[in-house]
């Protein structure tokens, strides 16, 4: 059903073409997890201010400042045009993002208040807050989680405080002329507009006080690895990841914030790296949480684990008792309309959960298929049930299974098989 107006946070949005926000995804908004006292993603967002308080500090004051406050509400601006992110780049499609309308959005990442933030005068500042990104379905994966973004910008004062005779800037960069490096390439190693030295001198800068947040949250023993990254808005970019439990698991990106960034921002004198790390991996892989959705509990048999404790005690979460899953099919024949690559699969788990709700732990594409003669195509997948603080019965879950059947009908005038 076409609906004009879209209310979200107590305010009014017209919707559009481009809307795809939905009753379920609103209802999270405001929860604030990272503020919630004795709350596992509070614990370890004070564990990382904590860290970058203590490491930095002029004159016994720190020399960050941290924002956890921001509307997570914003515009195509904020999260991707004042990133350098390009027009056409996948991030901004509407399989995966939650757009309120074409120009706003539930930001996909923290980083859509560093352009803002740069340009209200600030040097080195935390981003701390929910974000909202459309994907799969399973243990790791929800739509909403928590991020904390960070700059750390450096003055050549500050970045040679004892070679004053280094240069941040290349000689013939021209900072009243920033065309004339925009379209040039850049180094692998560096930004056509930085010197070596103050590129790599910043690279070891960032890459030591990662490490050392890491280590402060794991313990010295962590095994890491850098791994060579790609963001629009830094250059050279890197993702850290540690070993657990047999895996890498990637915790964090990082990099050069772009100079064109920092340059419309204001003076230009400056080279700054930028972080965003995902609390709910950090936290769920530090108390050992196996289930993201744990997060949303409210039941008192997960979050009096977490109360009362110092921040810094090893926390190891006990499951209170694990539920057993419930797994039913669903197979469907597709509209002619609609092709086994054409069906878009992400809009599927939004129907899936918002006629599910936090019961559905997993939806796995299990099987497509064309039919030789007829040339239809189908699709089946497996959805997997599971309560977190009680045993479903299989009638419970048959009737859910069958209301979901009911709106993919409704929605994509599928036939089930
Ligand atoms: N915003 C990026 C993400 O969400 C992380 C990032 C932040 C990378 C800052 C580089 C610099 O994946």
Not at 173 to 196: E, G, V, W, Y
Not at 357 to 370: A, C, N, R, S, Y
Request: aromatic content about 12%; hydrophobic content about 35%; charged content about 25%.
């Amino acid at each position: 059903k076409p609906v004009t107006t879209v209310l979200v946070n107590e305010k009014e949005y017209q919707s559009d073409d481009y809307t795809n926000i939905t009753p379920k995804i609103i209802s999270y908004l405001g929860r604030n997890l990272h503020l919630q006292k004795n709350h596992p993603l509070s614990i370890v967002r004070q564990r990382i201010v904590n860290y970058f308080y203590s490491s930095f500090t002029q004159r016994g004051n720190p020399a960050f400042s941290v924002y956890d406050n921001l509307t997570p509400v914003v515009t195509t601006k904020q999260n991707f045009d004042d990133l350098l992110i390009p027009l056409d780049h996948p991030s901004r499609a509407k399989s995966d993002c939650y757009y309120i309308n074409r120009g706003t959005l539930l930001r996909g990442h923290m980083t859509a208040h560093q352009s803002e933030l740069l340009k209200s005068g600030l040097d080195n500042f935390l981003m701390i807050g929910d974000v909202y990104r459309r994907d799969e379905i399973d243990a790791t994966h929800f739509p909403v989680f928590h991020q904390v973004d960070a700059v750390r910008s450096q003055r050549k004062d500050e970045l040679f405080r004892d070679k004053q005779d280094l240069h941040i800037f290349e000689p013939n960069f021209d900072p009243n002329n920033p065309q004339a490096f925009t379209n040039s390439i850049d180094d692998p190693m560096k930004q056509r507009c930085h010197t070596l030295e103050a590129s790599k001198l910043m690279e070891t800068q960032l890459k030591t006080h990662l490490i050392g947040l890491v280590k402060s949250l794991f313990g010295e023993g962590i095994k890491f690895r850098w791994v060579e990254a790609y963001f629009p808005f830094t250059h050279p970019s890197w993702e850290l990841e540690i070993y657990y439990e047999y895996n890498w698991l990637e915790v964090l990106g990082c990099g050069i914030v772009r100079n064109e960034i920092l340059a419309s921002a204001g003076p230009n004198n400056s080279i700054a790296y930028a972080f965003g790390l995902g609390l709910e991996r950090l936290a769920m892989a530090l108390y050992k949480i196996p289930d993201i959705r744990l997060m949303w509990s409210t039941d008192s048999g997960f979050l009096t684990q977490f109360e009362n404790v110092d921040i810094n005690t090893k926390i190891r979460y006990k499951p209170v008792s694990s539920f057993p899953q419930c797994t039913n099919d669903m197979s469907f024949w597709l509209p002619p309309n609609l092709t086994v690559d054409t069906f878009m699969s992400n809009d599927f788990y939004d129907l899936v959960r918002d006629v599910g709700g936090d019961i559905i732990e997993q939806v796995k594409l299990k099987d497509k298929f064309v039919h030789p003669k007829s040339k239809k195509h189908s699709l089946c997948y497996s959805i997997v049930y599971r309560h977190l603080e009680r045993t479903l019965t299989q009638a419970e879950v048959n009737q859910v299974h069958k209301e979901i059947e009911k709106a993919i009908i409704a929605n994509y005038g599928v036939v089930i098989r």
